[in-house]
Every structure is written in C-alpha cells, then in structure tokens.
C-alpha cells in the first residue's frame, strides 16, 4: 500500500511506499507517469473519475488495472482518492491511498472459471472430479460444494478448520445449522435460509463475513464466505459452491490493535498531548485534536493542518527561531526542542513544548512525528517562583530574621534561624509557653493567636525577654491556610533589630540567605527526583507493557504487511522508552549516589560525545571515590550539566576541558572552552540583567554550599568557570 499526493498546479505527483512494487517503476514524479500505466479497458473510466473530482472536489474510489513496464503483468489496483481544495476554493491537490488486489481479482476470476469449469464437464462428471479435486486441494481455504438438496461435502480436508466442521460432510445443510450457531457481522443470528450455500443454489453469488460458533464445544471464529452456483452447460443450476477463509487471527488482531489505539488514545488525552505526523514533500501535517485545541484553532477536515498557519501563531519573537528549526528537522537534522510562546486567535499568549523524532528508512528520511504538551502552568509558575526567590533572598539578604510555621494550636510546624540546627528543634511540637516562661513571650504569642482570629497579616514590633535579656523583634505574623482553603495556622518571620546584636545580625543573615538557598536547591533536587520517580513508575510502565503487546500480536499475526507496521509500532516505543529513561538520568544521575562525582561526569561526557560529536571534549578528573558530601556532589555536577549546556547552546565552541581537583584545603571544578566568549558582567546583578541565566543559577547553587564561583571570558576568547569550595568529606564549609 502507498499514499499518494499530486499538486494540480505544478504536475507534481509524490508517492510514500514502495512504487516499484506497486507500479513496477522506481518512481512516479508526474500525472501523466501514473496514467501512462493504466489498462486501455480502464482508462476512459479512471480519467473520467479524476476529472470529476478536479472539477467539483470531493473524493472518488476504483478499482483498473494496469500493465507494469518490468515484467509486463498485469496488476489490479484499489484506489481512494480526496480533493484538497485551496484558498479560493478550487482544487489544489489530489490526496489518495493505493493497494494491490491482483490476488482478490484472481481469486474471484478463480471462482468463475471453477464454475464454468463445473459447468463444461458435468457429462464427465466423475473422471472430471478427480482432477478438479486435485486442484481444490491447492487452495489454502475450505472448499465445500452441495448438491440441490443441501447436501454438503468438504473437498479439501487437509485444510480442517478448527470448529471440526469435517463431521459435516455429505449431511445436509439444515442440519449442519442445527449444531452451529452462526452469527453475522452485527451479532445477529443468521436465519438459516440466508447460508451461502443455499442462497448460491438459488443462483445469488455471495460474499461476506460471519461468527460460527460449534454448539457442542463452545468454539467460536470468523469466517469469510465466497459462495456461487454450479451450472449445467445448459445453465441450469445444478448446485453450489463456496470457499470460506478462517479469518479469526486477523479479526482478533485487528480488534486488539484498535483496543491499544484506543489506549493510546486515553493516555494523550490524560496527559493533553497534540501529537502530528508529517511526510517529507508535504506542505501540512496531519494532527490530532488536542493540537488543534491547545493552539487554540478550530479542527479542518481529516485534522490537516498547514505549516504556515501554525507559524502564523508563533510569538513575533519565536517565529524565525521556531521556522528554523522546523526547516533543520524537516531536512533530517538533529534539533534542540526549546519551549516556544503562541498567540491564540483569541489573542492569549501560551507556551509550549515541543517533542520530535525523525524516521528513517535504508538512510533516507520517510516521516516526522511529534507531540507538543502546554506548559504555561509550569512557566508561569517557575517565573512565579524565581520572583519569590528573588524577593525572599532580598528581604533577608539585610537583616538577621527567624522564620516560622505553626498549627491551629500555635505548636511549631517548622522553624528556621541561624542557631544551630539542634536549637531548631527544640521548637518543633511545641508552644510558646512550653519554650519559655509564658509572661516573657506573652507579646509574641498574642501576636500569632490575633493574626489567626482575625485572618489578617499583623505585624509589629515587640519586646521580649530571652535568656541573656530583653530583645526588641519586629514581628510580621499571617494566616496559613491549608488545600480547601481553610485557616490551619500561621506562618511569619521575626527580625532581631537590636543594636548590641549587629555583628550577630550579619553573621545571621547570611546564614539565612544561604540556608534558604540550600533548601531551595534541596527542594529542587527533590522535585527532580520526584519527576524521574514518576517518569519511571509511570509512562515507562506503560509503554514497556505496550512492547511486550505489539510483539505478542506481530507474532500472532500472520499478514507480513501487518506485522511490519507492528514491528515498527513497537521499535517507536522503545525509541520512546530510551528516551525516557535518558531524560531520567538526566534529572537523577544513578552515578552520581553510587560512584561519585568523577564518575557521574564521565559517565554524562560518554553520552555528550555521542550527542555532539564535533566539539572534543576533554576530562581531567582527581578520583574523589565518593569522598564528597552529597550537596557538594550534587551541587558541582549541576554546574558540570549548566556549564556544557551553555558551551551546546551559546560558545560555538569545538573543544572543551573540564578538570576536577581534590585536596585537603579544597575541592576545584574548572570547565573551558574555546568559544566565541562573552564580556562578563561586574557583579552578580548583572548576569541576570544581560540574560545569563545559567550562570547567574550556578551562583546561587554555589553559594548554597559555601563556595565561590569565577567566570573569565572575553569576546572571540573562549570561557572559562571555576569553582572552588572549601574542604572535603562531611558537610560543606558554610
């Protein structure tokens, strides 16, 4: 089978499949190729069917003949064809599919020339029979015949069916239907008098499917029946004819595929998936409804949408970056899939992520399939939190500050501050009162009990008695409500503005600063690790189980054309599952708890080098044999990913050297380039202000374990980031 597609206004004709199979030609590039072939009997009718559907659109189905240039043999063809029409209304393209049926058209030419054949030698009817049965035993399906009475005879028995319809022969037909149940295509039963058989005795020729089920045994299959009437040479019926093909395997493989389309289906539209196929020569691609419903545009018949329709709705500021890429990928290129911004025809702004792969076949690229997943939750979100960061970072960047969580009761949920860890937990449980004598902490907790009657923000400032004497806080005390959006306690901050505890006051706030930015680097390793966690125990699952159906069903069926689209369905599911379990390493390299950090980069350069091979990347790496605390582990091999990220996305680099050394005084991560450079900004604040993001988050992952980062750079001189963090083994140097 092929898919054709002809462009009326250019002649162009473009064919996906095997041409030379099919027409017996290496390729057809025009028309006028394709009708060059067609059987003179055909052609008048078949160009007349074109014509009509040029001229008023529409679609047309045939079935000609054609005469191949290779062997000279001719060849039925089915064919279904759709007009594509264009702007202004008039029909553009010709979009259609074409199998072969020369063995449907032999095998009913087969059956005519049988019962011609009956017909001639009914006089020689016994010498005749011997060698017709000798031709009825090479053919694959039951051949039955009966006589005018309805009595049947099985003339073929090595091809005994499963139901054990042998013990039926030479019975008559009512009562073969007295111990079977045969239903038809709907789940009706058959009312007898509707047999094949006995509807060919009364000189119907018959073709259809039916269930037979065996009464005795419960046995059930599909069967397709071919019946005609036996004739006299004078044309008087004389009896009747079929042949019945099991097609049980197919119908059932048939069924389960359409169950695993089915969950297939309920796992894109769970996860709000838009998916698109697209062939190489084509203009459009062909994409699901969900793609046409997160872009915001109304589905076109057959779900064929236009490439430059959708870049109509790419960002202004994406588009060029967003046709670039569709043009390298479309020519078989490797591709970055980065986020991009759309603008629905109702003038929302949304982001996407786009997914792709490249198919291949003998090195030549056949088709592109992707899916596209709405992430402007997520975008919104990580930019909501970035801005909280930020301002959490600057409210306490400048001041000495205990923050705090409590439930309905006012016990401790969770409490930070600069003391020692140990000093914390004694808070964790408990209430004011159970800490400290009730009358020197009377303020403070008449401040969280007003901000939770009242459902209101408090803040003020206090005077409370500690040990070691009187402190003045300024208090900010608010409601923490739970996910029904119920009051379930408060959360707030304290600041220690007394002028004797100054030097105490820096020292805590930069405690604070980066016990924060710890915690915000924990919680994100967490997440990462929940995401792969879920990747795993999800999608994975499911589509390993999906491998282990589709070999089941290309192993259970037995048509070759079927079981090549089985085997591809399933080497595309794999591919997916790879690709998984990669974007799982990613977010949680297993080197990195199991072998250390040196490992865990040589482990992420072996598939760099893989992935990029023109850029010679070069390890020098001090074995720290897991020596490192985990959050210094972590912390350098996410520098390490940032760091050629950024050398892929921005250097233009062709050779890059990371170096790793460990010491008693200090742990050194070092990664340079040879890239086009950039003017390093003066201070921190200017990473994020000329858009280098990267590295303004290696700072802050740096920082969070006590270390220091150091860029050098300058135009058309390569790069180069250093870290250095202070000891080894245990926990980081703060």
């Not at 769970?270 to 994409?287: I, K, N, S």
């Not at 985990?630 to 250097?651: D, K, M, S, W």
């Amino acid at each position: 089978m092929i898919t054709w597609e002809w462009d009326a206004t250019e002649n162009r004709l473009v064919a996906n499949g095997n041409s030379l199979a099919l027409f017996g030609v290496q390729e057809v590039q025009r028309g006028e190729d394709a009708i060059r072939l067609v059987h003179r009997a055909d052609l008048h009718d078949h160009l007349r069917s074109i014509k009509k559907v040029l001229r008023e659109g529409g679609n047309y189905f045939s079935e000609f003949r054609i005469i191949r240039p290779d062997t000279g043999e001719i060849n039925w063809l089915q064919e279904w064809c759709v007009a594509v029409p264009g702007e202004d209304g008039r029909v553009q393209k010709l979009v259609g599919v074409m199998k072969n049926i020369t063995g449907q058209k032999l095998t009913e030419e087969r059956i005519r020339e049988l019962n011609q054949e009956l017909a001639q030698r009914n006089a020689e009817l016994t010498t005749e029979r011997e060698r017709w049965q000798g031709v009825v035993e090479g053919i694959a399906e039951e051949v039955w015949v009966c006589d005018l009475q309805g009595k049947t005879s099985l003339m073929n028995l090595h091809t005994v069916s499963p139901l054990g319809l042998e013990e039926f022969r030479n019975k008559p037909i009512e009562q073969v239907l007295e111990e079977m149940e045969i239903l038809e295509p709907d789940g009706r039963v058959r009312q007898p008098k509707h047999a094949p058989l006995l509807r060919a005795i009364n000189g119907e020729t018959v073709r259809g499917e039916e269930i037979m089920r065996h009464s005795g045994t419960g046995n059930a299959r599909y069967r397709q029946y071919s019946a005609a009437p036996t004739r006299a040479p004078d044309g008087t019926i004389t009896g009747a004819v079929a042949i019945v093909r099991d097609i049980t395997d197919y119908k059932l493989a048939e069924q389960a595929l359409r169950a695993s389309q089915e969950r297939l289906q309920l796992a894109t539209e769970a996860a709000q998936l838009g998916t698109w196929e697209w062939l190489p020569g084509q203009d459009f691609a062909v994409t699901n409804e969900i793609f046409c419903r997160i872009h915001g545009i109304e589905p076109t018949p057959f779900l064929v949408n236009r490439l430059a329709d959708f870049l109509s709705l790419v960002h202004p500021e994406d588009r060029e970056r967003v046709r670039a890429v569709i043009e390298r990928s479309t020519h078989g290129q490797p591709v970055e899939d980065r986020p991009y911004r759309i603008i629905r025809p109702d003038g929302e702004a949304r982001w996407m992520q786009p997914f792709r792969k490249n198919i291949f076949e003998n090195g030549q690229m056949v088709r592109q399939i992707g899916a596209v997943m709405d992430i402007t939750e997520r975008v919104v979100s990580e930019l909501a939190l970035r801005e909280s960061e930020e301002r959490f970072r600057v409210a306490l960047s400048n001041a000495a500050i205990a923050v705090f969580s409590t439930d309905r009761e006012l016990r401790y949920t969770w409490f930070y501050t600069s003391a020692p860890a140990e000093y914390a937990l004694e808070f964790y449980g408990k209430r004011d009162e159970e800490i400290l004598p009730a009358e020197d902490i009377a303020a403070f907790t008449a401040l969280k009990r007003r901000a939770l009657e009242s459902l209101q923000e408090i803040r003020a400032e206090i005077t409370v008695r500690v040990p070691g004497g009187e402190r003045n806080w300024i208090v900010s005390v608010e409601p923490l409500y739970d996910d029904l959006g119920q009051p379930d306690g408060v959360i707030g901050a304290c600041q220690d503005v007394t002028d004797l505890r100054r030097l105490q006051v820096q020292q805590i706030e930069y405690a604070t600063q980066v016990e924060v930015q710890r915690r915000l680097m924990e919680q994100r390793e967490q997440d990462r690790q929940s995401i792969a966690r879920d990747i795993h125990d999800g999608p994975i699952q499911t589509l390993s189980s999906t491998i282990f159906t589709l070999q089941f069903l290309k192993e259970a069926v037995h048509v070759p054309a079927l079981q090549v689209e089985l085997e591809q369905a399933r080497l595309n599911v794999k591919s997916a599952v790879q690709e998984l379990r990669d974007v799982i390493n990613e977010l949680r390299p297993p080197a990195l708890l199991r072998f250390g950090l040196a490992r865990a980069i040589e482990q992420h350069a072996e598939d760099f080098r893989e992935r990029r091979p023109e850029i010679d990347l070069r390890l020098e790496l001090a074995p720290d044999q897991n020596q490192l605390a985990e959050p210094v582990r972590l912390v350098l091999f996410r520098v390490y990913q940032e760091g050629t990220t950024n050398i892929i996305r921005h250097a233009e680099a062709s050779q890059v050297v990371v170096r790793l050394e460990i010491s008693d005084q200090d742990v050194l991560l070092e990664i340079t380039d040879n890239g086009k450079g950039f003017a390093v900004p003066a201070d921190f604040a200017g990473f994020t202000q000329h858009q280098h993001y990267g590295l303004a988050g290696m700072k802050e992952r740096v920082e969070s374990i006590g270390g220091v980062l150091e860029v050098e750079s300058k135009q058309g001189e390569g790069t180069k980031v250093r870290v250095r963090v202070a000891g080894v083994g245990g926990e980081p140097k703060l």
